[in-house]
């Protein structure tokens, strides 16, 4: 082989690696401002050309979903931004689609549950093994454990009760539970985060789950007093799952722990591996740290 054939086909490897993952946001149906956070997650995961974002709108609330069947295939990632949650959004995606995404994970695609997402589909029973933690829309101890964080571990709780709730919007403090997986290695073990929605007693199969980064869901809060999940991972067959409860809105978007979480978490899940680099501007215990978007 010549010289410069040797570095023609060394600089298209290069190139090939260097090349964004394609990654596909599914929106249309959300309890939440769909049409305001999709474009906010489509530029926070192609920041720094990470990957390249598309996005499938499901037909509006109320129509049929005949004929939502989205073409997995291209995509390393999907991003779900969706819900179905209460009378006005009810409805399940078509045999076909439910089939064609749990085939996507299994066979190693990545997922990013974002926040309001996991209030979906309470009654398909794999796609809440794919997500693990669920809440609302019914759900309940039949649906599986609380998961929370006790004496230094995770607990498995089947005590009676909801799936779902949270308090007012406020700051809170998160805490890194497991330093060592990629998606959190080198982050400060607590953080403080911008205004959102804690989300407690979620439940559901927790098959496969672990669990990242907790908050205290203080009573004064109208929360359970508990160390409640806020960022974990599945896996399901071949395939990676991080989900994330945060980001109730634009606003709470703007926290740096949650856009690099996001980001880190959108990496593993499609490859595996995180290359990112904490950046200088991540907040810290005391300080909450804040970007604006486009």
């Known amino acids: ?5 040797v570095l023609f086909t060394l600089l298209a490897a290069a190139t090939a690696a260097a090349a ?62 969706y819900n179905d949650f209460g009378p006005k959004n009810a409805g399940d995606w078509p045999e076909a689609t439910q089939q064609a995404f ?7 695609g990545g997922v990013v549950s974002y926040h309001a997402a996991d209030n979906a589909f309470p009654k398909w029973a794999e796609f809440n093994k794919v997500i693990g933690l669920g809440g609302w829309s019914g759900r309940d101890e039949k649906d ?44 400060p073990l607590k953080f403080m985060h911008h205004v959102d929605e804690l989300y407690d007693r979620l439940r559901g199969p927790a ?23 806020m960022l974990f991972t599945i896996r399901y067959g071949k395939g990676r799952v991080f989900h994330t409860t945060l980001g109730h809105d634009v606003e709470a978007m703007r926290c740096v722990g949650f856009i690099v979480t996001l980001q880190r978490g959108a990496e ?22 804040l970007r604006d978007f486009k």
């Not at 082989?1 to 054939?5: A, G, K």
């Open 1 to 5: 082989m010549s010289r410069t054939l």
């Open 207 to 229: 098959e496969n789950l672990e669990l990242l980064a907790t908050a205290f869901s203080a009573p004064e809060q109208k929360g359970t007093g508990e160390h409640e999940p």
């Open 268 to 289: 593993w899940a499609a490859t595996g591996k995180v290359k990112q680099k904490v950046p200088a501007d991540f907040p810290t215990a005391e300080k909450i740290s």
């Open 20 to 81: 964004p993952k394609k990654a596909l946001i599914i929106d249309g149906r959300n309890n939440h401002d769909w049409k305001a956070t999709t474009p906010v997650l489509k530029q926070i995961l192609e920041q720094d050309g990470l990957f390249q974002v598309d996005v499938e709108t499901a037909p509006p609330d109320n129509a049929s979903l005949a004929s939502f069947k989205p073409d997995f295939a291209p995509y390393a990632l999907v991003v779900l931004n």
């Open 144 to 187: 599986g454990p609380y998961i929370r964080w006790k004496d230094g571990k995770v607990v498995r709780d089947m005590s009676p009760g909801r799936g779902g709730s949270h308090g007012p919007r406020h700051s809170f403090l998160i805490e890194i539970r497991e330093p060592n997986h990629p998606i959190t290695k080198g982050l």
């Open 102 to 108: 749990l085939d996507f994970v299994r066979k190693g």
